[in-house]
């Protein structure tokens, strides 16, 4: 199994933090390894809506996946679970005011299977190294 969580915190007001972290359109922004991120239901995102994500995998090969929303608090927690994709794993963002500012919690959590699971260990390694990127990016973004 790969857990992790990533705490970050972000110099600006929970609702701004929530807002950005929770656009698909601004996912590549931050989430560099993101091609786009495109709601298939049409308006707000709700528990149960589903975005079809793309991503660059090794070598630049572009990955699909859908997702689905699987938790959501305005100004609290967004979480999402994958539905159809390469590694099934799936995330949770969890929003807490801090002073002026707001603390992220980023846990990504998931059982790789087949040829994936004999590989978790290193995956597990890469994935961390890779949210962790993501993090700091969408703090960069949020500060500028």
Known sequence: MIRFTIDTEVNRPVEDVFAFATDPARLPEWQTNTVSAVPVDPGELVVGSRIREVHRGPGGRELESLVEVSELEPNRVFALRM???????HGRIAFEPSGEG??????VHGEPTGLMRILQPVLG????????EHC???????EA
Do not use: C, D, M, Y
């Open 83 to 89: 539905i159809e994709g390469p590694i099934p794993i």
């Open 102 to 107: 707001t603390i992220v919690h980023f846990t």
């Open 125 to 132: 390694v890469g994935l961390k190294r890779q949210f962790r």
């Open 136 to 142: 700091a990016n969408l703090k960069r973004a949020l």
